[in-house]
Structure formats: structure tokens, C-alpha cells
């Protein structure tokens, strides 16, 4: 979009650049990552970021400063998962945003969802730094929000995490973490911030108090680093050494009841121009052209998504939901599924392989009693119906890449 990096770098990219980046990427994660990773960065105006950032803190306050919200998003928790001692603010926060294109010829953006989880901060700061050093790029290009630089990005993302403790009792937890997608994010914070990743299943429970085994030690958790998603727990069937229940003596960063009390859950109840309309599924039973929605002539249905309330990267999303992919939904689970308005998202990034959309992540962190700092941004690049990168892996100049900023 910015030029005249844009028109640039597209001139002087060489295929043996991008094989050095993945090369160098590699090498300083600690394994072969396993996603793609788009041959270039985004150049973005500063004034487009600041725009994302502040419309997705309102977006964020609009949520937690309303009671009624409070309460509903506290009743979605599943009865099984709703562990105590809930901090009272999530200390991760991420909107996604993609660029629609006004009648004027201005864009503005428009959310895709936001989601009170961590994603991968340590890789995205890695990524960004690498597109840098490895295409020579401008130095002052700045991939930080909020007047952060890589110190205080840093400094601000190991006070979340460690919260004063030592790094031996802090640990990550996920489930399986060597074969997720991700691991080569968690090798980031073992190697920035001395903590251990450990699989939720090996956990130690002895009263109220958890432990992870190292070196022939069991080491006791004073604080937990969670990117264990429990939709992936249910789907797997795995059975825990803990209960979510349970008043456990530790502490949590990124308390996991915030996983579903901001999420898809949060459309129906934002209000601002840059929100899709959205209703939950029961409710149109009811209403049938609920929020707004169109959905009984045929036509309709291209316009609208179908969305599990509660799953990641992108996992059971139907484009065009017909009267059979709706009626095929289980009454009980109709409030689990969401209708959402199908926006039209802008090809804005030029590529030597044609124009390609860019979803816009901000994310956010937010250190208890202190206020929401936007922090860096990922970007997701594709040309299909799907922006994950799992689902653009037969393309080129596309996947997992960074926003690159001129300095204000």
C-alpha cells in the first residue's frame, strides 16, 4: 500500500532472499516452521495502524465497560471450564481487521472478531526484525504499536508473563506443544524469558498446587503462560491432571475464562461502523431476519457466515449456509453458532502473483490495574475465501507475514 516501499521491494526481491529468510527464521526458532510464511512484509501508513489500534480498544471497552455484557459473556463460560479467580481484565487482547473499499475510493476497515487469547508475540517480533536484516530494508521502519520499541516490547510482555516470578515457575501450557503449528513461538519465550513449555497432560497436581517434572525435579507453577485451548481439549478427548474448577494456587497469564467471555460471543453486542452485522443462530430462529440480517432469499446466503462460537484458526466456518447447513445444527447447540454479514474484503497488497487481501491483527496487551497498550501487529495474506494460513498453502506471496510502519 505505502510507497514507494511497496513498488521497492517488489523489485528487488530475489527468491534466494526469501529462502534466507525462512532460513534464518529457522534458525532462530528452533525448528522448521510449519506454516507459510509470505515472501514479503506490509508498508502501512502509520495513520491506518493508529486508526486499527484505537477502533480496537474502543471495540474492547465497549465490551468490558458494559454490565449487561458483563454478565452474559460470564454465563458463556461452560460450567466445566469456569475456573476461579478470574483477573478483572484479560491480559491478551486481539481484533482482526481487514480493508473494504469505500464508494469514494477510501478504504475503511471492518472487524473479523476479536478474541481475549495470546497469539504469537514472541515470533511476530522475530518475523518482523527478520524482514529487516534479511531484505536490507529501511532501518527506521518501525513494526511496534503504541510508541513501543523492541525493549519496552519486551520488558512490557515479560511483566504479563512472569509477573515478577522466577522463570523456573513459569511456564507455558498447551497441549502437545512439539507438534503445534506454533512451537516455534514458544521456543521464543524459552529462549527471551528462561520459561518452560509444557504439555497440559504431564502436569502434577499434589492439594491445590500444580508442578512440571525437569531434571529429575518437580518444580512448583506459580504462574501459568495459558495457550491450551479447550475446544481442542474436547475434540481430542483429553483427560487433565486438574480440574478447571478447582482453586488452584497459581496464577494465570491469560486467565482462561477470558477465551470465552470475548470472542465471536462479543459481535452481537458491538456497536460501531466498523462491525459486520451479527446474530447468534437461536436468536434468528426466533426473529428470522434478525440485526438486520437478509437470509431468505437464495441470493442472501452468499452474503452471510456461519460461525462456531468457539474454535480457532478459522475451524468449521461455512460461507453461504444453506437451510440444510442450518437446520443440520442440534437445537441445543443453535446459541453455540453464529450468523455474521460476509464482508468484501480489498485486494490492497501488490504482488508480482496479482493483488492479495491483508487481514490486519492488532494485539494488545494488558498488565492488571494498568491500561490496554496496543503492541504489534500480525498480518495474514491470501487470495481465497480463507485468510488462515493453513488455508493458503499452494499459493505464492502469501501467509504469515508483518506490518512495517515509517516513523511518525
Request: glycine share 4%; charged share 20%.
Amino acid at each position: 500500500m505505502l510507497q514507494p516501499y511497496r513498488d521497492r521491494f517488489n523489485a528487488q526481491f530475489t527468491s534466494a532472499g526469501y529462502e534466507d529468510l525462512l532460513a534464518q527464521l529457522n534458525r532462530r526458532t528452533r525448528t522448521t516452521i510449519d506454516f507459510r510464511v509470505a515472501e514479503t512484509p506490509c508498508f502501512f501508513p502509520s495513520s491506518l495502524m493508529q486508526e486499527l489500534a484505537q477502533t480496537g480498544a474502543q471495540l474492547t471497552h465497549q465490551l468490558l465497560d458494559n454490565p449487561a455484557y458483563l454478565q452474559a459473556s460470564e454465563q458463556c463460560v461452560p460450567a466445566q471450564y469456569r475456573m476461579p479467580n478470574q483477573n478483572p481484565q484479560p491480559n491478551f487482547m486481539t481484533v482482526d481487521f481487514g480493508l473494504t473499499r469505500n464508494p469514494d475510493g477510501t478504504l475503511s476497515p471492518k472487524l473479523v472478531e476479536l478474541q481475549a487469547f495470546p497469539s504469537i508475540y514472541g515470533y511476530q517480533d522475530i518475523l518482523s526484525r527478520q524482514y529487516l536484516a534479511t531484505y536490507n530494508l529501511d532501518p527506521a521502519l518501525t513494526w511496534h504499536l503504541g510508541g513501543l520499541n523492541e525493549q519496552t516490547y519486551w520488558q512490557l510482555l515479560s511483566k504479563i508473563i512472569l509477573n515478577h516470578h522466577a522463570s523456573e515457575n513459569v511456564v507455558l501450557l498447551e497441549i502437545d506443544p512439539d507438534h503445534q503449528k506454533t512451537l516455534p513461538d514458544f521456543h521464543i519465550y524459552e529462549d527471551k524469558l528462561g520459561i518452560a513449555t509444557v504439555d497440559i497432560t504431564t502436569l502434577i497436581k499434589r492439594g491445590n498446587r500444580l508442578f512440571y517434572h525437569r531434571n529429575g525435579r518437580d518444580i512448583p507453577i506459580h504462574r501459568i503462560y495459558n495457550r491450551a485451548i479447550v475446544d481442542e481439549l474436547e475434540r481430542k478427548q483429553i483427560s487433565l491432571p486438574f480440574d478447571y474448577r478447582d482453586d488452584l494456587q497459581v496464577e494465570w497469564a491469560g486467565h482462561p475464562n477470558w477465551y470465552f467471555r470475548i470472542s465471536k460471543f462479543s459481535l452481537p453486542y458491538l456497536d460501531h461502523p466498523s462491525v459486520p452485522k451479527a446474530v447468534f443462530l437461536n436468536d434468528w430462529d426466533a426473529r428470522r431476519t434478525s440485526a438486520g440480517l437478509p437470509l431468505d432469499l437464495p441470493e442472501d446466503r452468499q452474503k452471510l457466515l456461519l460461525k462456531p462460537l468457539y474454535s480457532f484458526a478459522g475451524k468449521g466456518i461455512q460461507f453461504a449456509p444453506t437451510d440444510d447447513d442450518l437446520n443440520a445444527i442440534a437445537p441445543d447447540q443453535r446459541h453455540l453458532y453464529l450468523l455474521q454479514q460476509r464482508i468484501a474484503f480489498e485486494p490492497v497488497i501488490q504482488t508480482p502473483h496479482g493483488p492479495t487481501q491483508a487481514e490486519i491483527r492488532i494485539m494488545y496487551l494488558w498488565p492488571d490495574g494498568e491500561a490496554l497498550q496496543p503492541a504489534i501487529a500480525l498480518v495474514r495474506l491470501g487470495r481465497g475465501l480463507m485468510m488462515g494460513v493453513d488455508h493458503n498453502r499452494n499459493q505464492l506471496w502469501v501467509g504469515s507475514s508483518a506490518a512495517l510502519c515509517p516513523p511518525v
